[in-house]
């Protein structure tokens, strides 16, 4: 099964530029956990509910002037949309995270994929707590770090 059929589709993200505030009512109004950020028409990271928390919020920033750009998480991770599934739980568990933005044929982002979707839409619902036992253990210190 490639990550095509399972993917989410019609990611929405936000400006490098923008705030922090804005990210969070962004995930309210969408009703999810993560927003893609965009630079120049480019991906250039992820900001989450958890960033905007542990990185805004818990340090006494003004979310409202703090840009996602200091809160994101960087090193993007991407695979394309033909990539097998089995591919992306490795890749998932390899770098410790939720979520794998997906790329169509000229490298635009197409859909994002979590491990819930994996777990829906696979039906491998054992998957669910072995992947989540791996990506849980505490981060490597260079993902613990905000992108400035």
Do not use: W, Y
Request: hydrophobic share 40%.
């Amino acid at each position: 099964m490639q990550l095509k059929e399972i993917m989410t589709t019609h990611v929405q993200g936000i400006s490098d530029q923008q705030s922090a505030c804005e990210a969070a009512k962004l995930m309210e109004r969408l009703q999810i956990g993560s927003v893609p950020v965009f630079c120049d028409g480019h991906a250039i990271g992820i900001v989450t509910d958890r960033d905007i928390v542990t990185r805004a919020v818990a340090c006494g920033r003004d979310c409202s002037q703090t840009p996602v750009r200091q809160i994101m998480t960087g090193g993007l991770a991407t695979m394309s949309e033909t990539t097998e599934v089995s591919v992306a739980v490795d890749e998932m568990e390899r770098r410790q995270i939720r979520r794998l933005l997906i790329t169509g044929p000229e490298d635009e982002i197409v859909g994002v994929v979590s491990v819930g979707d994996i777990v829906a839409k696979t039906g491998k619902h054992n998957l669910s707590a072995e992947l989540i036992e791996k990506i849980s253990v505490p981060a490597e210190p260079a993902r613990q770090s905000p992108v400035t």
